[in-house]
């Protein structure tokens, strides 16, 4: 028999992506601006999914739902589904664009005499979670660590140690959000995750959780720096150099910088000296980086484990609808380490508008587009406010600054 001269062809494993159908939906129109954006040819090419995104905004906002002032859904037991924007949303038509002008939450108000004990505030918002999720309110009738002597709701800074009240020069007391956690981020050592809106104060809680960990150290009126380091991670520019990680206390540093120190399995005398790991910006966790900073919590926590060691977690995000699972793989305990605050407590009411473009024209739509963002700035400034334009590239920002400068000569407003 002739042998076979057929050159034989490698076999390949075969790989199989699981999506659901939402996600599968996300993926579609992040392909489909990705390749706008890259040729900015194709006519109408977004036209399709961009409507029957809008369509369902618009619908959803004239569905009125016991959860109007959520956002998003998450999965697990716990997680709450949310279809409807809140009440009061308004639907506008004009010629080749519709708008949806959603109103900003109202303030929850402050009751005066308003006190930081569990028998009052601190009840009722474990009450709203159990209604949110189903949870025994059984299981949080012993959350008596708090000062029942607070007769008021702000914490003066004056009560801080005198070490720490120079971190709040110039501040006479905290904010709601942060008086309302003061006495578990600065008396205990629980780990602790805040969910709280933009602008509420987080980065202070992370303050004063440092505080607390360096007044830990603070003996016979002399800091021992030998004994501890924390470390702030967060989605920006590390500001320590790993040649400087030995002299100081306090590591500010990107996910992936700290992922590779604490690799090196061949020295653990850093690693081993952390205390505390403030986690900036969690809800990454459903990000690219999201992976980086699940093995450093592992890491962490085994680290914990094996070595019978203290090593506080706080966790700082924006609000999450999924919070309870992720206090879940922080360790933090829902009874006495977890806050969310929703969009009422904002410092600032947001409100916000969307606009959806029905031109097909591409030509025509870009123009609108223009057009439709120099009102929006005028109206800012009429009252009183500033304004911000964000584009796709910086070839776009060139673009936009010339057209808007354009539309500015055709009108006396700017002049």
């Known amino acids: 028999m002739a042998p076979n001269t057929q050159s034989r062809m490698p076999s390949y494993g075969t790989q ?9 939906q996300i993926d579609k129109l992040r392909r489909k601006e990705e390749k706008r954006n890259r040729r900015g040819t194709e006519y109408g090419v977004e036209s399709d999914v961009s409507a029957a995104s809008f369509s369902s905004l618009l619908q959803a906002s004239e569905r009125k739902n016991p959860f109007d002032n959520l956002i998003g859904s998450g999965s697990g037991p716990h997680s709450l589904s949310v279809t409807a924007l809140p009440q009061g949303t308004i639907r506008k038509h004009y010629k080749g664009y519709e708008e949806v002008i959603i109103p900003p939450t109202p303030t929850t108000e402050m009751k005066p005499g308003e006190k930081l004990d569990s028998g009052t505030t601190i009840w009722m918002n474990w009450k709203r979670l159990y209604a949110l999720t189903g949870w025994k309110t059984g299981t949080f009738s012993k959350r008596g660590q708090l000062s029942t002597t607070q007769n008021l709701f702000m914490i003066e800074i004056k009560e801080l140690d005198d070490f720490a009240q120079a971190a709040f020069h110039g501040y006479k007391s905290l904010n709601r959000i942060q008086s309302w956690i003061f006495q578990t981020v600065y008396y205990t050592n629980e780990n602790i995750l ?5 602008g509420a104060g987080k980065t202070n809680i992370a303050m004063i959780s440092i505080l607390h960990e360096i007044g830990q150290h603070f003996k016979d009126g002399y800091l021992h720096k030998d004994e501890f380091k924390i470390v702030y991670v967060a989605p920006m520019k590390a500001l320590a150099a790993e040649s400087e990680l030995e002299e100081t206390q306090m590591i500010v540093t990107t996910p992936e910088k700290w992922d590779v ?11 081993m000296l952390v205390k505390l790991l403030i986690i900036d910006e969690v809800h990454l966790l459903n990000d690219d980086r999201g992976p980086v900073i699940e093995a450093l919590v592992a890491r962490t926590l085994r680290q914990v484990e094996s070595t019978q060691t203290m090593i506080r977690i706080v966790g700082l995000s924006a609000t999450l609808p999924n919070y309870l ?3 879940q ?7 006495t ?4 605050f929703d969009s009422s407590y904002r410092p600032v009411p947001l409100a ?4 959806g473009i029905s031109e097909q024209n591409f030509a025509a739509r870009n123009d609108l587009l223009n057009e439709i963002c120099y009102k929006k700035i005028v109206d800012s400034l009429r009252q009183g406010h500033q304004a911000m334009v964000f584009v796709h590239s910086r070839k776009d920002t060139a673009k936009t600054a ?3 400068i354009r539309v500015i000569g055709l009108d006396n407003f700017l002049l």
Do not use: H, N, W
């Open 329 to 335: 793989f922080l360790r933090v305990s829902p009874e």
């Open 402 to 404: 010339a057209k808007l």
């Open 325 to 327: 699972e992720v206090a």
């Open 352 to 355: 916000q508008q969307y606009i």
């Open 194 to 198: 805040v969910c709280a809106p933009t």
């Open 337 to 340: 380490g977890l806050f969310y």
């Open 16 to 24: 199989v992506t699981i999506q659901t159908e939402s996600a599968k």
């Open 261 to 271: 120190i604490t690799r090196k399995s061949s020295d653990m005398s850093l690693s």
